[in-house]
């Protein structure tokens, strides 16, 4: 499966966008499928995750900013985020959970006056 990331860019803090991934094959692992964030120097964190179920959980950084949902018609999973804090700046990935697809192409966030 390969995994491709978009919609990522430059926003001041407190801003909005809105990520898609939309993947060769079926993204969903043994929990669900998820985004994932890299900042410099770190590893992956994944900090939201959608279940076949569509039951929705976040990491404590996002919870009440980022909004994970999906199209199951086309295939695609969305990553909502809202009120954008400079340290939500990173490369934002898509993958299943747990993460068992190569990384691919990951949408560069950043937040920044």
């Known amino acids: 499966v390969q995994l491709q990331a978009s919609g990522g860019g430059l926003v001041q803090p407190g801003g909005s966008l809105r990520l898609s991934c939309a993947p060769s094959?079926?993204?969903?692992?043994?929990?669900?499928a998820g985004w994932y964030r890299q900042a410099p120097g770190k590893q992956p964190l994944l900090i939201a995750t959608i279940t076949n179920h569509d039951f929705t959980t976040y990491h404590d950084s996002v919870k009440g900013r980022f909004t994970i949902s999906r199209d199951i018609l086309k295939n695609t999973t969305f990553l909502q985020m809202s009120r954008l804090l400079p340290e939500d700046t990173a490369v934002y990935y898509c993958n299943s959970v747990p993460a068992k697809h190569p990384w691919g192409q990951g949408t560069l966030v950043t937040v920044s006056s």
């Open positions: 094959g079926q993204l969903f692992g043994a929990v669900g």
